[in-house]
């Protein structure tokens, strides 16, 4: 059994910054990759930005220049640095995890989600 567990979200103003983290646990032999998702009310969930194994990273042009993703191997941890937040921001922040498991399955996991509200 695999568990993504996030933290780090809150209500927050415009223009100042969060930190989300996220932990993947359970039998893991390989995490290929970690991205970050968002969604808001009323919209598609959208890729915000993802990470591979060997530091290849990729980012939502929204969110460029903005928005840091960083990985901790050893730990199996993914984080989401997010400066200048707008209110256009504001979504549920969910964890995706594409790995192989200790049996030789390779899945993709999601997290519950951790919410960030900006307000203007």
């Known amino acids: 059994q695999v568990q993504l567990v996030e933290s780090g979200g809150d209500s927050v103003h415009a223009g100042e910054s969060l930190r989300l983290s996220c932990v993947a646990s359970?039998?893991?032999?390989?995490?290929?990759?970690m991205a970050w998702y968002r969604q808001a009310p009323g919209k598609q969930r959208e890729l915000v930005a993802s990470i591979t194994d060997d530091g290849n990273m990729n980012y939502a042009d929204s969110v460029k220049g903005r928005f840091t993703i960083s990985r901790q191997n050893a730990d199996d941890t993914v984080h989401l640095q997010m400066n200048n937040l707008k209110p256009g921001d504001t979504a549920l922040y969910i964890c995706n995890a594409d790995l192989l498991g200790m049996w030789g399955e390779r899945n993709e996991y999601w997290g519950p989600g951790t919410l960030v509200i900006v307000s203007s």
């Open positions: 359970g039998k893991i032999f390989n995490i290929y990759s």
